[in-house]
């Protein structure tokens, strides 16, 4: 199992390797309506490409039940978009363009249900950095499941708030027909993101509850890779923010940047409190004296 796990973790990194040289340039082209002809697939792939990361990554942190989270989020992802495409519920009406193509039955692109399987570990890692929770120990509080439920969808529809009015003006994955008010999107969209969202992530965490997370001989932090699904969470947060400015979705990317900084300062905190903490003591006049 070892070996396994260590495999595993091996492809993972080469895998990353690719993206983080991938994903500069993917910025700057976007950004600068510079992508070539030969470069209009690279946003599926990249997708995939992230995609299999997040379950090569369930499958190493938590074994068979990973494995299983990963299938059914690939699922239940594909079953919702098609039903989405086909009967304009519960999205509202669009219609995928062939950008992202293969399509499954041709109708939702391949790509589609691995942006899923991307973003939904990827939003509960960040709600596990900012609720302190380590993943993969056991969540036996009721109340600590449905707040990271909440939180977790939070963070995934929040991501979709952001790659909307990029996917649809600058990257044309999907056209929507019953236009809406945000970039012609309809709030109907992020309802149901929202809810599809909460029931993958509850999904993830019921499965993940009870899991064999033990190695032998144990490893670290860094070899387990616990930074991975916030890793990819930041960093595509970052491209739809910059990408979002460089085409004046100023409303898109202002959305961005609070999640950003709010992240940001979450982590810096501590680190915060203690600089001002330490300030105030220094200029407060009462400070030695008897």
Known sequence: MFRRSTDLRS??????????FVYPWGILLIALDRVPAWG???????LILQGTMMGLWLTARYRWRGTLAVLLILLISWWAEHLGETSGFPFGQYTYTDVLAPKIINVVPLAIPFAWLLVIP????ITDRLMAFNPGTSQTSLGNIVLTTLAAAS???????????????VNRYWI???GGGYYGVPLSNFAAWWTISALLVWI?????E???????????PLVRMEWLPQLLYLLNLIMFVVINLSNRHLAAAS??????????????????VRWVMGGIERSDPRQGQA
């Open 155 to 169: 963070f995934a529809t929040l991501l979709d708030v952001t790659i909307e009015p990029v996917a649809v003006h």
């Open 122 to 125: 990827a939003a509960v890692g």
């Open 176 to 178: 929507w027909h019953d």
């Open 210 to 220: 009870n899991a064999d997370t033990s190695v032998w001989p144990p490893l670290t």
């Open 40 to 46: 209009v697939g690279m946003g599926a792939l990249l």
């Open 11 to 20: 492809l993972l990194m080469g895998l990353l390797s690719i993206y983080l």
């Open 204 to 208: 993830l965490l019921w499965l993940r």
């Open 255 to 272: 959305i961005g940047l609070l999640v950003l900084v709010y992240l940001a300062f979450d982590r810096l905190e501590p680190g915060v």
